[in-house]
């Protein structure tokens, strides 16, 4: 099956600094790689996705891109802000339609 | 996008009891499933509930401890049998549209003691 590894586990970035998670994938035939934000006590949030026939996707202050050659995605935050505080996810999903997921990363945004 | 909602939202249980978690879909949804969440860990896929069929489960994981049912296609729940303290958990429920997005609900905080 698909072997998803997220790095790193925890990440402490200045208020208005740029955070970066970086996720490899095992399986080449993933084709859809979505990025969750899971606050405490609440379920995960999809934020952005990226297919694999893209290599780059943007919204606001949230990048993804994929490399399909290496088998490596990342997700950029950029002016992070005190609310970006959370839980984020990386997976990767197969044509059979279920996401593998990454062991997650902690990040804490420093006011 | 598909709004999720699970009933109860967290519950304390003694052990050898069950618990029936509900999810419901604000719109119809292609597939369905049932995740666990361990504190500080990941999501851990416990099975695909079909419509009107039998779910498909994952290696660890069998009916008789997590029976699962899916009678309409926005509507599924998932019982946990039996339980003992190592069933204290997150468990969600995830959904995909027709585009194939896969999102979650609020999740159930269950603590068996």
């Known amino acids: 099956g698909e072997n998803v590894e997220q790095h790193p586990s925890t990440l402490s970035v200045q208020e208005g600094d740029s955070a970066v998670i970086k996720c490899t994938y095992s399986?080449?035939?993933?084709?859809?790689f979505p990025w969750y934000k899971q606050e405490l006590g609440k379920g995960p949030q999809l934020i952005i996705d990226?297919?694999?026939?893209?290599g780059e996707k943007k919204d606001q202050r949230i990048a993804v891109t994929l490399n399909k050659t290496a088998k490596h995605f990342s997700l950029h935050i950029t002016e992070t802000q005190p609310e970006d505080s959370a839980v984020y996810f990386c997976?990767?999903?197969?044509?059979?339609?279920?996401?593998?997921f990454g062991a997650g990363t902690t990040v804490t945004v420093r006011a | 996008s598909a709004v999720i909602s699970q009933k109860p939202s967290r519950d304390i249980c003694q052990r050898g009891t069950s618990l029936t978690i509900q999810c419901q879909v604000d719109?119809?949804?292609?597939?369905m499933f049932w995740y666990r969440q361990q504190p500080g860990q990941s999501l851990t896929l416990i099975a695909t509930?079909?419509?009107?069929?039998?779910?498909?489960?994952e290696s660890g994981f069998v009916i008789d401890k997590f029976p699962i049912s899916r009678p309409n296609l926005t509507f599924s729940t998932l019982t946990v049998s039996n339980m003992s303290p190592e069933d204290s958990s997150i468990y969600l429920c995830?959904?995909?549209?027709?585009?194939?997005?896969?999102?979650f609900g609020p999740g159930t905080r269950l603590l068996v003691l």
């Open positions: 399986d080449s035939a993933s084709n859809y």
């Open positions: 995830s959904a995909t549209d027709r585009g194939l997005t896969q999102y």
């Open positions: 997976a990767a999903r197969v044509n059979d339609y279920k996401l593998s």
């Open positions: 509930a079909n419509q009107g069929s039998e779910a498909t489960y």
């Open positions: 990226i297919r694999s026939n893209v």
């Open positions: 719109s119809q949804v292609t597939m």
